[in-house]
């Protein structure tokens, strides 16, 4: 079967390009955009097209706006050390994509396909990715139900859209530590629920617990389970791990309360490839106390596509704080911090094949 085209629209009115430093995250967006379209009366997915960055119509009953049948993913490119883009981990990006498709009985997408308008989407804009150390390209891909309907079902016709966004550091401190609050009363996911879907539900559950702790001087919040708030999950929209003692544990994915993030699936492969005891077993906020009371809490930090590592340097909950030692240049957080922009940069082999490269326009034709 041949592959379908991607028409490409070019725009007539660029964008300005932002200045490095003012960059932030998710504030800036490229030039265009990817588009296909879902449709059972027309085969499937169809009309893949990369068009000027803009407002997209839609229905005011469509089902994205009043069920909440929206999913998305985030990933990043970067340049190489020979100015060539690259994708970290593509194809387990737009995996987990089709996982959360199934989750919220969405139409999958064709893996191949779609990393093909994503390479040919940072093709078009490569002129904006950044060059210094610490930013990149962020890739958004998201599927809404575009079908306008009253009634709960799920939609028949959907719209998928790619868009890009050069950012620097998610967090304002950069990689230095952050401070956690402790959730105990409020909850974003529970067993059975949507919390291992990338999905804007999933997020809106967390808002609420996230401005609080914020008001009170923290960075992110972390979540405890739904049914006892005992054991830890995650920490704000990042993977959780810890090092007590000589183990480092992060919460286990078997009760689909957690995203199975593609960052927190590259650090485990590291610590292990490195020797270092890894657990994926529960861990309960009495433990974190004990350990930290009898010197053995040595470091807690968030994994995820945006903010790569990031380092936590207290934990507050009702009651009390935990501090945690200070982030040392050969701490595990900051090891594998360095290993994976490495990884990142082309600055040391890809052995684990996590990096696709973007061809020009010109070669790929």
């Not at 868009?163 to 530590?177: H, R």
Request: include cysteine; charge should be neutral.
């Amino acid at each position: 079967m041949t592959a379908p085209l991607i028409e490409i629209q070019r725009t007539r009115s660029p964008r300005p390009r932002p200045n490095t430093p003012d960059l932030g995250f998710g504030r800036y967006f490229t030039d265009h955009m990817f588009l296909m379209d879902f449709d059972p009366a027309r085969g499937g997915w169809h009309s893949p097209r990369i068009v000027p960055y803009g407002p997209v119509a839609m229905d005011p009953a469509a089902g994205a706006l009043h069920y909440a049948q929206t999913i998305f993913d985030g990933l990043k490119a970067f340049p190489d050390q020979n100015g060539e883009i690259r994708v970290f981990r593509l194809d387990a990006h737009l995996a987990r994509l089709n996982e959360s498709a199934k989750k919220l009985c969405v139409p999958q997408v064709d893996v191949a396909l779609v990393s093909r308008a994503i390479r040919t989407l940072l093709a078009v804009d490569a002129s904006w990715m950044p060059e210094q150390e610490g930013t990149s390209i962020y890739i958004r891909p998201i599927i809404w139900a575009s079908e306008g309907f009253l009634g709960v079902r799920p939609a028949k016709t959907y719209t998928l859209c790619v868009i890009l966004s050069p950012v620097g550091s998610y967090y304002a401190s950069g990689a230095a530590p952050v401070k956690i609050w402790v959730e105990e009363k409020l909850t974003r996911a529970a067993v059975g629920g949507l919390g291992a879907a990338k999905t804007g539900a999933n997020y809106a559950a967390s808002l609420r617990a996230a401005e609080e702790a914020k008001a009170r001087g923290y960075a992110q919040v972390l979540w405890l389970d739904a049914k006892e708030h005992r054991w830890l999950e995650e920490v704000g929209t990042m993977n959780l791990f810890l090092r007590i003692g000589d183990e480092v544990i992060t919460p286990p994915l078997t009760d689909e309360t957690l995203l199975p993030g593609i960052t927190r699936a590259s650090v485990l492969e590291l610590l292990r490839e490195w020797g270092v005891r890894v657990s994926e077993r529960k861990v309960s906020l009495d433990e974190i106390k004990k350990a930290s009371a009898a010197g053995q809490l040595h470091e807690v930090f968030g994994t995820g596509t945006a903010a790569v590592i990031s380092p936590v340097g207290e934990l507050g909950y009702a009651g009390g704080s935990i501090r945690i030692s200070e982030m040392k240049p050969d701490s595990i957080a900051m090891r594998l911090r360095q290993a994976i922009s490495d990884i990142h940069y082309g600055r040391v082999q890809d052995r684990h094949g996590w990096m696709t490269r973007v061809e020009t326009l010109e070669s790929a034709a």
